[in-house]
């Protein structure tokens, strides 16, 4: 795999992820994907990714329970997660930044040559 550009995917929403590994290929990404948060932390663990991108509500664990987890877990505590989300309330906005998400990014407020800019930022 390219070194420094494998992103997980995370996300129950098939359209979504497709598209987004599309734009993601395209831009030259390594595209690993998930759909549920017990299949992202299985992926993340074995993948290592450089990036996740992040859906909140999946089935089988949330996406701020895989947050959790992600950042207590010592090999991956430092990748960077970027929440692709539906949430629009600011409370969830808090929540996601005080799990340690580098970036919190609304679904229907943003483009995805926005998502691809941050990611891009994220990876810095």
Same mark, same amino acid.
């Not at 595209?31 to 450089?50: D, H, T, Y």
């Not at 701020?64 to 692709?84: G, H």
């Given at each position: 795999?390219? =070194?420094?550009?494998?992103?997980?995917?995370?996300?129950?929403?098939?359209?979504?992820? #497709?598209m987004y590994e #599309?734009?993601?290929?395209?831009?030259?990404?390594?595209?690993?994907?998930?759909?549920?948060? =017990?299949?992202?932390?299985?992926? +993340?663990? =074995?993948?290592? /990714?450089?990036?996740i991108l992040l859906?909140?509500?999946? /089935?089988?664990?949330?996406?701020?329970?895989?947050? @959790?987890? *992600?950042?207590?877990?010592?090999? *991956? %505590?430092?990748?960077?997660?970027?929440?692709?989300? +539906? *949430?629009?309330?600011?409370?969830?906005?808090?929540?996601?930044?005080?799990?340690?998400?580098?970036?919190y990014i609304v @679904?229907? #407020?943003?483009?995805?040559?926005?998502?691809? +800019?941050?990611?891009?930022?994220?990876? %810095?």
């Amino acid at each position: 795999m390219d =070194e420094g550009k494998t992103i997980l995917l995370v996300d129950d929403d098939l359209t979504l992820r #497709e598209m987004y590994e #599309e734009r993601l290929k395209a831009e030259g990404f390594t595209i690993v994907q998930a759909s549920n948060g =017990e299949e992202a932390l299985s992926k +993340a663990k =074995e993948v290592k /990714p450089n990036i996740i991108l992040l859906d909140i509500m999946m /089935p089988k664990i949330n996406g701020f329970d895989v947050l @959790k987890d *992600l950042k207590s877990d010592p090999d *991956l %505590k430092d990748v960077p997660v970027i929440v692709l989300t +539906a *949430l629009i309330q600011d409370v969830d906005r808090i929540q996601g930044k005080k799990l340690g998400a580098t970036d919190y990014i609304v @679904k229907s #407020e943003t483009m995805p040559g926005e998502v691809i +800019a941050k990611i891009r930022n994220a990876m %810095k």
